[in-house]
């Protein structure tokens, strides 16, 4: 009876891993984030409301988790209640709703739901299945790249570095599956990812996927588990790479100038020398701004402004050299790094509990997960996790809490 259970959540959690990276609408303001954040809030209650009602009837026990997930969710509640806008922190800032506090308790609501319901090897089948979905989204990406004048794809995801964090850590699920398997079919899905990834032309992508990548190989080294597939797929990559630089190169050039500007102007930069261009050096300003605004009184520090309220707090410490950047009339509605924003908007408590629960993650998943946990570590400092990527943490985060039996 628990193992036909047990079988019908899967299903579901399968399709909901399946559909959600996919799903967009061109009837809503945002195409892409909003519709998959309705999605796993339509179908997601619907998982949780289903638990709960046959745990009810049977007068079963839940299994609340591990007491850093639980402190965290109560943090992120009391960062809420103390929020200098709390509606956007209830339900996330306009046209994203994702990030808010409905968003975190149907993603703990999935995660409760699935260490009572599986064991660790159903959430790995789970997260094979889920990992399907990149097929489809890969090959629309490289279609995108080369039916738009070779621009940066963003595939069904909405954003280029979006899509990158979202392969990056789904990667090391595929990349295990090839070689366990001996599978030509994920050898093949596996590099059709890569391809997807590489017309990002995501930087923070790229550098996620060298961490996630040098980990992975570093457990096969030290298991002497390195074998001649893994090495056909590396050369393949690296072959691709130099057939294809695409932007690459530019992007890199644009990083030397801004840099030399910086180092000649003192940062400084007047508007008759050029404007910033690089979205990194531009970051640094934003960066600077954001801990201005952690460290602006000891309420913010400890509790934040309020999940998702950075769009509203930010502009009274946007740093003047921000106006001879090319972005210059942008409205910053993220720091471009997840560490600044939790300390910015949950302050330090929020920061130091997401931290642990992070950790007491990555201690307890395979060495496959640990490597796309790194990379999403990595992108991440650049960037946020996404409706996909926060979907696919606490299923990492559900392997972690889930029974090793049965």
């Known amino acids: 009876?628990?193992?036909?259970?047990?079988?019908?959540y899967k299903y579901l959690y399968s399709i909901l891993l399946l559909l959600c990276p996919i799903i967009l609408s061109v009837n809503t303001y945002e195409a892409f984030q909003?519709?998959?954040?309705?999605?796993?809030?339509i179908f997601g209650f619907f998982i949780i409301t289903l638990f709960l009602t046959h745990k009810v009837n049977l007068w079963e026990k839940i299994t609340l988790g591990s007491r850093p997930v639980a402190i965290y969710l109560v943090a992120f509640s009391i960062s809420t209640v103390l929020s200098s806008h709390i509606y956007t922190s209830v339900w996330g800032y306009y046209s994203r709703f994702v990030g808010g506090l409905m968003s975190a308790i149907v993603f703990y609501g999935l995660y409760i739901v699935g260490i009572n319901v599986f064991n660790r090897k159903r959430v790995l089948g789970i997260l094979e299945v889920g990992a399907l979905t990149v097929l489809p989204l890969s090959v629309y990406g490289i279609i995108q790249h080369y039916g738009y004048s070779y621009q940066r794809v963003h595939s069904t995801i909405g954003q280029p570095n979006w899509l990158a964090q979202y392969i990056v850590m789904?990667?090391?699920?595929i990349l295990y599956s090839s070689l366990v398997k001996k599978s030509n079919f994920w050898s093949l899905v596996f590099l059709l990812c890569y391809a997807?990834?590489?017309f990002t032309y995501s930087i923070s992508g790229m550098l996620g996927f060298i961490v996630m990548l040098a980990f992975f190989l570093y457990f096969l080294f030290r298991e002497k588990l390195l074998n001649i597939r893994i090495t056909f797929l590396l050369v393949c990559m690296i072959a691709f790479s130099l057939l294809n630089p695409g932007i690459f190169g530019d992007r890199?050039?644009?990083?030397?100038?801004?840099m030399r500007k910086i180092t000649e102007a003192a940062i400084v930069v007047h508007a008759q020398e050029g404007q910033l261009s690089d979205p990194g050096v531009i970051r640094l300003g934003i960066w600077q701004g954001t801990l201005a605004l952690a460290f602006s009184s000891l309420k913010n520090f400890i509790f934040g402004t309020g999940p998702e309220t950075f769009p509203y707090e930010f502009q009274k410490f946007r740093p003047a050299g921000l106006n001879f950047s090319s972005e210059w009339d942008f409205v910053v509605n993220k720091p471009h790094n997840y560490y600044l924003e939790l300390l910015a908007e949950?302050?330090?408590?929020?920061?130091?509990?997401?931290?642990?629960?992070?950790?007491g993650v990555f201690r307890k998943v395979p060495f496959y997960l640990k490597a796309g946990l790194a990379g999403y570590l990595v992108t991440n400092i650049?960037?946020?996790?996404?409706?996909?990527?926060?979907?696919?943490?606490?299923?990492?985060?559900?392997?972690?809490?889930?029974?090793?039996?049965?």
Not at 170 to 173: F, G, H, K, S
Not at 252 to 258: H, P
Not at 382 to 406: C, H, I, S
């Open 34 to 41: 909003f519709p998959k954040m309705m999605f796993v809030y």
């Open 382 to 406: 650049f960037g946020w996790p996404t409706v996909n990527t926060e979907l696919l943490f606490w299923m990492f985060a559900a392997y972690a809490g889930a029974k090793t039996d049965e």
């Open 196 to 198: 997807c990834l590489w």
């Open 1 to 8: 009876m628990r193992d036909r259970q047990s079988m019908s």
């Open 346 to 359: 949950q302050g330090v408590v929020g920061l130091v509990f997401w931290g642990a629960v992070f950790v």
């Open 170 to 173: 789904v990667m090391p699920v």
């Open 252 to 258: 890199v050039k644009s990083i030397f100038q801004d």
